[in-house]
């Protein structure tokens, strides 16, 4: 997908010539050029890397957004476009498209960075014993120290408690806490464990489709099997069991199934998942032993009337010890998402339950190789977790704060799919929760037949379009994975209320 | 290494059963209890967990680590020591033993955590200018959006310009830089693009004994095969390039060598390498067809006399286009260790030169499946790399911190080197850069076969007995490797004078 990628340097323009097959090798692959400089034939090549690194795609950061990119720097210099300016509509990047962060955490962020500020009478007295709360748990008082590599105590603590209160009081353990640099690591790192086996005894993970390619990509570069199970695009990218039973037999003939990936809410596709939908996959999971692997990334991101977020945790524990004793799962969560969109802190967690004591020593052994998750990060986890509370000076301005971006969030999901339903050929499920809406999309035979003659997916073909004659970057379907025959896109509903008005009607 | 780690839940005491053969599984892994509850075998089981993973191992946070957590627990629940505090001296963690942060990259980095300080009268302006020119470069002006997967395009450019002035004018393109989450990342990652093949074509990777462990741990999870070469004690841990060509030569019998790792200056041996030395490893690199991989995160750790930091790349470039055009390398450097210590912020970057350019692109995409480094890290480089500059308000007092920092390190090299060399049984090299000493360590016959009789490595057995006594935290020299019947440990130069000497006298 990157070979549109061209890199230009000038000192490659002479070695370009390596390839060429005429030149005659010597023993340490010296060979000489035309003007009698000797060179070297390259160590590490296309054909020599690795090849799982290869097979990696990631779409949401592909050659489309490279394009836009470049198109940025083209109206920068002041080349005329068909638009004035470019709305990036492929990632879920909130404050790149102008949410403003929380207050309360970058104060406390600020605190953290230069302590003499814990002088300074502006700040509010919580921000600064959130603080001080946060800088005793760090080596030194430093938020320069590294922390433990499963993340600083109380941090972990500070999650533990959360998850209590957000489960109706299920317990957490905060051992069972582990601190990550932004869920995609700590994700990685569980897949990393589940992998083994040779051909037919392979790991297999199942994913959904559409996916986060973060997935895929994690699986190609690990050599595991992904195992597709489709989403009811018909029912509102609902997730059927017979689906994923359909998904797993088959998967039994080539490979050996050990995970189950779920995104609640979802990502590309913004459905929220029924507390009964959630038992049944559990159900599911125990009877077909697999590792549960639940995305909450945006727990917090629920809009549509008579959804509610369940996590997979409450739902275990509520099925009694039977599942609550036994299904392994492991639960992801992130600074980026929700209302606070801090994505380039890279903080999250995972909890993990009824891991393997033996496993979980080694995972600890594992996270300990990297030293630890950016402390930033851990500081606005802990904040995320343990934000003001009533009777606090900063708890007004706080709820005030998420409100309003939450409020915002669910006037634009409820803003895109009416309008995105009004333009033919388009057709978009309700934007439930999560940030994006994944509608379906008729090209016709015609556009087909074009980007297919130019060896590329149509929906590509459509979404580069879009940009070259609009300035809006999206992202193809095809990036996330979609049924044979259909087609879509992903686009954020992140833009800005004005902005976003502007992109629909486009 | 971690089966010392006994972890306690009371969720687990029911499952220990699990194990036990003598309960029949049906198909779905249930199987009852005694008292009639089923229960499931685990899906992932240290059997059938990642098998490379198992193979990782990584002392300097490994049990001795363990145990001194515990210690301090211990000692912080009023349990009588034969020490009043634990001392860690196992990981250079700056601002952990004390050491003072950057005021000026405190105050940059609160400015762009909470731009309303930039209100403030009392920040200095050239850190006002400096948070400006960092937030301009972020998505909405926020660090908390994603940057470009590749890093911050400004904070490349500057750090393209360091690399210039340190390098004397060699020129540096910002496209071969890319911005890591610690060195420890663009070590992995590049590590991950050379490893191929299979069998006795498996990639190997020549790395230093001693050597730092996140080497050997990468290795050892990516199943690429470690080349062990040898550096000369006796002559302060200098590299012998025939010991390079032993090792390469008996590599080549069982599998396919393509990097060399160089750690300069050296980590856990302290040694600062020659130019001559860096030239002559240049040269065999070329000649064998080696990828270098220089590890350079302490090139302001300079401290003996007569010793200067050379980076791979000036000398690459010096010797002439034979080799600065073709020899493959990259080189790694961090915010965490010089200095400034800022091992939290998971700051770093790697230069590539000389990559094949569908190599580099395979590494672009490579890196944006996992978004982008953290920000505030990023930032923290930007600093490092364009710190106050002579005239600008902040710059008298950036000299003096950075000038007490390092002297004070350079004193306490000399010190550890003099103390250490009057302990029987104790020989030291000197500390000539980077922030450990590595002592050799005669271990009386008895210790060594009571020490074995118990299953341990003697050195291992050494540091857990000097913990348990002395409260000092070392980490015995097996974990980085040491030649066969030699025993050492690793020692940070990094507590405090007053407390290194009372460690040192211990």
């Known amino acids: 997908m990157f070979d549109t990628c061209v890199l230009k340097f000038s000192q490659y323009s002479s070695q370009s010539r390596y390839s060429s097959p005429s030149f005659c090798h010597s023993v340490d692959g010296t060979k000489m050029t035309e003007n009698g400089v000797a060179t070297r034939a390259k160590v590490l090549t296309i054909d020599t890397m690795n090849p799982t690194v290869k097979k990696v795609e990631y779409a949401v950061r592909g050659p489309i957004v490279q394009r836009a990119v470049e198109l940025e720097k083209e109206l920068s210099e002041g080349i005329k476009k068909p638009f004035a300016e470019v709305i990036k509509a492929n990632i879920g990047d909130a404050h790149a498209m102008g949410q403003q962060p929380i207050t309360f955490f970058r104060q406390v962020l600020a605190l953290c960075s230069y302590p003499e500020l814990l002088n300074d009478s502006t700040f509010p007295e919580d921000a600064k014993s959130r603080a001080r709360h946060i800088l005793q748990s760090c080596g030194g008082n430093s938020m320069g120290a590294y922390s433990a590599s499963q993340g600083i105590d109380s941090v972990r603590q500070d999650v533990a408690r959360y998850i209590e209160r957000r489960d109706g009081g299920v317990s957490c353990d905060p051992d069972n806490i582990y601190l990550t640099t932004g869920a995609s690591d700590g994700i990685v790192t569980m897949l990393k464990l589940l992998v083994c086996g040779q051909g037919s005894n392979r790991t297999g993970v199942m994913i959904s489709i ?297």
């Open 210 to 506: 559409p996916q986060y390619p973060l997935y895929s990509a994690a699986l190609a570069e690990l050599g595991a099997v992904q195992i597709n199970y489709y989403l009811n695009e018909e029912k509102c990218w609902s997730l059927d069991i017979s689906e994923l039973q359909r998904a797993l037999d088959e998967a039994r003939q080539h490979c050996n199934p050990r995970a189950l990936c779920i995104i609640n809410p979802g990502n590309p596709t913004g459905q929220v998942q029924s507390r009964q939908c959630i038992e049944d996959v559990i159900r599911f999971a125990a009877k077909e032993r697999l590792f549960l692997m639940a995305d909450e990334v945006y727990q917090d991101n629920v809009y549509a009337d008579g959804c509610q977020f369940h996590s997979f945790k409450k739902v275990l524990f509520e099925m009694g010890p039977e599942y609550s004793n036994t299904v392994e799962l492991a639960s992801f969560h992130s600074t980026s998402k929700c209302y606070m969109g801090e994505c380039g802190f890279r903080g999250g967690y995972m909890e993990i339950i009824n891991m393997d004591n033996e496993v979980k020593a080694q995972l600890t052994k594992l996270v300990s190789v990297r030293l630890c998750p950016p402390v930033p990060g851990q500081a606005l986890m802990d904040l995320v977790v343990n934000p003001p509370q009533p009777g606090e000076p900063s708890y007004a301005n706080f709820i005030k704060e998420r409100t309003a971006t939450l409020s915002a969030l669910a006037e634009k999901a409820k803003l895109t799919e009416q309008v995105l339903n009004t333009v033919p050929g388009i057709r978009c499920n309700p934007v439930q929760g999560a940030m994006y809406s994944f509608p379906s999309l008729t090209i016709p035979e015609k556009a087909v037949r074009e980007a297919r003659d130019k060896g590329q997916q149509p929906d590509m073909f459509y979404c580069m379009k879009m940009l070259e004659e609009t300035g809006i970057c999206l992202v193809p379907g095809s990036g996330f994975g979609q049924r044979d025959g259909t087609y879509h896109f992903r686009m954020t509903i992140l833009p800005p209320t004005d902005k976003l008005k502007i992109l629909l009607t486009k």
